[in-house]
């Protein structure tokens, strides 16, 4: 389909075992973004194979890569009086092409620092199921740069971070002793418009497909090969309303790819990563990578109602960052009310107690947990211990009879949302 290679899913009854398997879109959700569907069995027709390639032809982008880049290098040489930028197509207009969107809204004299900032030129994609584009706020996104740069990393691979990217970028035409370079990987083809083919790559996170072909797998290659793979990070922030399984497999491929440099002693190492996530993932990519741990700092977002720096309680953001890194290593912003526990030899929110039977910092949502002895865990502290359901859970929570299995699967011990056949891909 047009974001590339189907993933295959598994459609399974309430309390029966194994299900019927389907492919369906790697990227799109909701089927009214992308309806392509087959079983697994299923034999397609040529009419149908015939039908399914025009449909992916004419759901191409007007330009390839290398004409927007050649569109941009003419952009840049008009006049201020004559950039023109199409908010309904989203596109950069020549003045040829005037004529053809004279009846749509568009933005006159477009600077270079407008140019320089495709981050707030472009609206942000929100469909949660599909590409969910919420930027990093600029506290965020300067902390992480910052971060990267104490450690020593001189590059970063950007999956999904345009923010971070577009930041990294200015830098570097700005400042001469500035030595950080990235490379953006992500499926909206609209960044073509502003970044050459060594500094953006259309890629589809959720099947580790890149639409360019071996030519632009070939440009993130030579980019992770530079130096012997030395100081090289990735940073990415997937759609949360992604699937884990899809979205580590693909960061699986990435890491191989890194670790087939020449450099010795790569094999028993794995590629520096960071990945931005809400904490209430962490079970789920802690499954795919055991070796990562999750860190306290809170990121925020600009075009996110909820997300945001400042706010207190549950209204506090919940997205995290999951790391490789040896976790003393972090060194959180103490101003912001981060703190070095010595037990746990890593930087926690101020309000994260340790907890002495747990042996660990246990609060994941910035307040202060609670042990229960009967649950032997910390739990939050709007939460109380059920005797029904013998487990902590709210107050005015309904209970759950202990003989009741999971509505998929029809096991006992999770919820449908977990359920392990969901996430058969």
């Not at 993130?220 to 990735?234: A, H, P, S, T």
């Not at 306290?296 to 600009?302: A, L, P």
């Not at 960052?321 to 040896?326: A, M, Q, Y």
Request: hydrophobic share 30%; net charge neutral.
């Amino acid at each position: 389909c047009p974001p590339g290679p189907a993933l295959l899913f598994v459609k399974t009854s309430q309390g029966k075992g194994e299900g019927r398997r389907f492919y369906a879109c790697s990227a799109c959700r909701d089927r009214k973004d992308c309806n392509f569907f087959q079983w697994e069995d299923e034999k397609v027709s040529e009419t149908r194979l015939a039908a399914r390639e025009e449909y992916n032809r004419n759901h191409q982008p007007s330009f390839t890569h290398r004409q927007n880049v050649e569109r941009y290098n003419n952009f840049v040489q008009l006049p201020l009086s004559k950039r023109r930028f199409c908010q309904e197509c989203q596109q950069l207009l020549l003045p040829a092409e005037w004529e053809k969107h004279s009846d749509h809204q568009f933005l006159c004299d477009i600077s270079t620092a407008q140019l320089k900032s495709p981050t707030q030129l472009l609206y942000p994609l929100e469909n949660k199921k599909t590409n969910a584009q919420y930027l990093f706020a600029d506290r965020s996104c300067q902390f992480l740069l910052d971060l990267i740069i104490d450690l020593g990393f001189r590059r970063v691979l950007c999956v999904g971070t345009p923010r971070l990217h577009e930041m990294i970028q200015s830098k570097a035409s700005q400042e001469e002793d500035f030595r950080v370079r990235s490379l953006l990987l992500d499926i909206d083809f609209r960044y073509s418009q502003f970044y050459t083919e060594d500094e953006f790559c259309h890629y589809n996170m959720f099947n580790h497909y890149f639409f360019g072909g071996e030519a632009a797998c070939e440009t993130c290659r030579k980019f992770l090969y530079q130096d012997n793979g030395e100081r090289v990070i990735m940073v990415t922030d997937p759609p949360f309303g992604g699937l884990v399984e899809a979205l580590a497999s693909s960061f699986k491929k990435l890491m191989a790819m890194w670790k087939e440099t020449e450099k010795e002693g790569h094999n028993n190492q794995e590629m520096p990563m960071f990945w931005i996530f809400p904490y209430f993932f962490e079970s789920r990519i802690l499954e795919f990578f055991p070796s990562f741990s999750m860190m306290d700092y809170q990121v925020d977002y600009d075009n996110h109602a909820l997300y945001k720096h400042g706010k207190t309680g549950r209204r506090q953001s919940p997205v995290r960052i999951f790391t490789n890194l040896t976790p003393s290593m972090i060194v959180l912003p103490v101003e912001e009310g981060y703190r070095f526990c010595t037990i746990c030899q890593r930087y926690v929110s101020s309000g994260n107690q340790h907890c002495e039977i747990c042996d660990s910092c246990t609060s994941k949502d910035g307040r202060r947990w609670k042990h229960c002895v009967l649950c032997k865990k910390c739990v939050k502290p709007s939460w109380f211990h059920c005797n029904n359901c013998n487990c902590c859970a709210l107050q005015n929570h309904t209970c759950e009879k202990a003989d009741t299995g999971c509505f998929v699967c029809g096991k006992a011990g999770h919820k449908r949302s977990t359920c392990p056949s969901l996430f058969h891909t």
